[in-house]
């Protein structure tokens, strides 16, 4: 199993910009693919940006979202760091719950993992 943990969502004004973190826990050597999604009321959950493994617990950007290209960045340095997601020129349709999620290969086969979420509201 494994265990992901959100923080940094919060108020932020337009214009700003933000830095999400996701704490992995847990039975982490098998996660494949980590990412960030985000959901608002009414709609579908979208993917922000995702991340692959590259070894030695770093993660590299893989995809983003066409919302989020050239103003976010998605990056896990190693196995003791959380998942970042750092995002700028942040506007109102950027308001949702933003969630982590981690595929990992496990004796069952390919599942998914996600935390909690974490609200961000961009105030205009």
């Known amino acids: 199993q494994v265990q992901l943990t959100e923080s940094g969502g919060g108020l932020v004004q337009t214009g700003g910009s933000l830095r999400l973190s996701c704490a992995a826990s847990?039975?982490?050597?098998?996660?494949?693919?980590m990412g960030w999604y985000r959901q608002t009321p009414g709609r579908s959950r979208e993917k922000v940006a995702t991340?692959?493994?590259?070894?030695?617990?770093?993660?590299?950007?893989?995809s983003y979202a066409d919302f989020v290209a050239g103003r976010a960045i998605i990056f896990r340095d190693n196995d003791g760091s959380p998942l970042v997601l750092e995002m700028s020129r942040l506007n109102p349709d950027d308001t949702a719950v933003y969630s982590c999620n981690a595929r990992a290969a496990t004796p069952f086969g390919v599942k998914d993992f996600w935390g909690q979420g974490t609200q961000v509201t961009v105030s205009s």
């Open positions: 991340a692959r493994a590259r070894g030695g617990g770093r993660f590299a950007a893989e």
């Open positions: 847990g039975d982490t050597r098998n996660i494949m693919v």
